[in-house]
């Protein structure tokens, strides 16, 4: 199956799950995840309708976003991010950083967005499962942790992100349940300097569960582009 094909039936399987959850899919942002795939696999998603893409590691991504010569509407930051490596990040201007994980990189970022006058959009990482291996905030310190961040004047807090678990994709319901309860407590309260705009959850194995849970972002890498290529990270 092509890389246009997937995409095709990738989109209307989020339409259907949509429709059955009464939603509509022009409120749904999908991330291509294009970790260890080449500039030219990346190009063909986006002449085949992909309008965000989203990359795990800063060093790949300098290697690959500037050599991009299709359209799109936004490049994501989706892994974690190292506070050294933040400035080459940034020169690639992100739409969207996905996965702030501590005030200590807040304030880093924060740093750097000031020496150059700029803002930036971010969502707060939350480590739903609990698990060692994810980065994080708690669903208890993610709060405390936001009201900090907010007093950031460079960013600006759009959402929240989390991983599910590489289970069968069942056993995430839960946690993406959870998380939407959360972003929309963290809504009502109208807290400053903090906007709920996106709940990014969800990627190729569990994506349509975390759209029946309130899911508005959606990260999907292997089921547009097939198994990771370690070798075609270029």
């Given at each position: 199956?092509t890389?246009?094909?997937?995409?095709?039936?990738?989109?209307?399987?989020?339409t259907?799950?949509?429709?059955?959850?009464?939603?509509?899919?022009?409120?749904?942002?999908?991330?291509?995840?294009?970790?260890?795939?080449?500039?030219?696999?990346?190009?063909?998603?986006?002449?085949?309708?992909?309008?965000?893409?989203?990359?795990?590691k800063?060093?790949?991504?300098?290697?690959k976003?500037?050599?991009?010569?299709?359209?799109?509407d936004?490049?994501h930051?989706?892994g974690?991010?190292?506070?050294?490596?933040i400035?080459?990040?940034?020169?690639l201007?992100?739409?969207?950083?996905?996965?702030?994980?501590?005030?200590?990189?807040a304030?880093?970022?924060?740093?750097?967005?000031?020496?150059?006058?700029?803002?930036?959009?971010i969502?707060?990482?939350?480590?739903?499962?609990?698990?060692?291996?994810?980065?994080?905030?708690?669903?208890e310190?993610?709060?405390?942790?936001?009201?900090?961040?907010?007093?950031?004047?460079?960013?600006?807090?759009?959402?929240?992100?989390?991983?599910?678990?590489?289970?069968?994709?069942?056993?995430?319901?839960?946690?993406?349940?959870q998380?939407?309860?959360l972003?929309?407590n963290?809504?009502?309260?109208?807290?400053?300097?903090?906007n709920?705009?996106f709940?990014?959850m969800?990627m190729s194995?569990?994506y349509?569960i975390?759209?029946?849970?309130?899911?508005?972002?959606?990260?999907?890498?292997?089921?547009?582009?097939?198994?990771?290529?370690?070798?075609?990270?270029?």
């Amino acid at each position: 199956m092509t890389i246009e094909q997937r995409i095709i039936g990738i989109q209307t399987k989020i339409t259907k799950t949509l429709e059955s959850c009464g939603r509509g899919s022009d409120e749904i942002t999908l991330v291509a995840v294009t970790k260890t795939h080449s500039v030219e696999e990346i190009e063909i998603a986006l002449k085949s309708g992909i309008k965000h893409f989203g990359e795990n590691k800063v060093q790949e991504a300098m290697r690959k976003v500037p050599l991009l010569n299709s359209k799109y509407d936004g490049f994501h930051f989706i892994g974690h991010l190292q506070s050294n490596k933040i400035n080459q990040l940034l020169s690639l201007k992100p739409c969207l950083i996905h996965s702030l994980d501590s005030v200590y990189l807040a304030q880093k970022l924060h740093q750097a967005l000031g020496r150059t006058n700029r803002f930036q959009d971010i969502l707060i990482q939350i480590n739903s499962s609990e698990e060692d291996s994810k980065s994080g905030f708690s669903f208890e310190n993610v709060e405390e942790a936001i009201g900090k961040i907010a007093q950031f004047s460079t960013l600006c807090i759009r959402g929240l992100m989390t991983i599910g678990k590489l289970d069968a994709p069942e056993v995430s319901r839960p946690l993406f349940h959870q998380m939407k309860e959360l972003f929309d407590n963290l809504k009502a309260k109208d807290l400053p300097g903090v906007n709920m705009d996106f709940l990014s959850m969800g990627m190729s194995h569990d994506y349509t569960i975390a759209l029946e849970e309130g899911a508005n972002l959606i990260r999907i890498g292997s089921a547009i582009f097939g198994v990771r290529n370690p070798g075609g990270n270029n």
